[in-house]
């Protein structure tokens, strides 16, 4: 079964402004922790922010926030003032005892950025 | 600190063959996972060693095999290729294998069946 949907196949973004990506995800366990990576067109996976499934406040990274709502079992990621350099595929991925702690991803969203 | 390196960066092969790829992990880190990237199926979970023992596998034929050193490098083998094989492999490693262990990535093998 899936366990991390990325339901954005692309995103549009002027650059400046903030977006969110969304992710949702599935597990029995109460311990596992969820990822986003960023993936340029050079096919490098880049990590950018974590959160612990036990973790009380929401993970920000510079520019990168994520908005986790344990109960929805969501952890949305948010770009403030979107740089053109943002332009890549992103993927949310979630790590957890049911899979024996290997990174299951999602299908990844397109986000571009406009001038 | 040097990143994660793998070799080659692309390759060409034709159906029938072998191939080898490589990973070099970052100095300490005990874990390599590796991965195949295609557009169709995204990112799959290929298998995970940690100190020289396969501790993971994913839903992948006996085609796909790999293996790692005592120095943590690690290879990974497919033989008799299929076109279906043709994907971007990405090695990862990490100092643990925990819930909250971030992942490294190298840049990736790029692998053309003919």
């Known amino acids: 079964a899936q366990k991390i949907t990325q339901t954005q196949p692309g995103m549009f973004v002027q650059e400046k402004e903030a977006v969110t990506l969304d992710c949702t995800y599935d597990t029995s366990d109460q311990s596992y922790g969820l990822f986003w990576y960023k993936q340029p067109s050079s096919g490098e996976m880049i990590f950018l922010i974590y959160?612990?499934?036990?973790?009380?406040q929401n993970a920000t990274e510079g520019r990168y926030s994520l908005n986790f709502q344990k109960a929805r079992k969501s952890a949305n990621l948010v770009i403030s003032a979107s740089q053109l350099g943002d332009s890549a595929m992103y993927f949310c991925?979630?790590?957890?005892?049911?899979?024996?702690?290997?990174?299951?991803f999602g299908k990844g969203t397109l986000l571009t950025v406009n001038p | 600190k040097a990143g994660v390196t793998q070799t080659p960066r692309y390759l060409i092969k034709t159906r029938g063959q072998q191939v080898t790829l490589s990973c070099s992990p970052i100095s300490g880190h005990r874990s390599v996972s590796w991965y195949q990237q295609t557009p169709g199926q995204g990112l799959q979970f290929l298998f995970e060693y940690f100190s020289e023992t396969q501790r993971n596998k994913g839903n992948f034929p006996g085609r796909f095999s790999g293996r790692q050193f005592s120095n943590s490098r690690s290879e990974m083998n497919v033989s008799t290729l299929e076109l279906g094989d043709s994907a971007l492999y990405l090695c990862a490693s990490s100092y643990g294998t925990s819930r909250d262990t971030e992942q490294f990535f190298g840049p990736g093998t790029r692998l053309t069946v003919l």
């Open positions: 991925a979630m790590r957890d005892g049911g899979s024996n702690y290997k990174l299951t």
């Open positions: 959160q612990g499934s036990y973790d009380e």
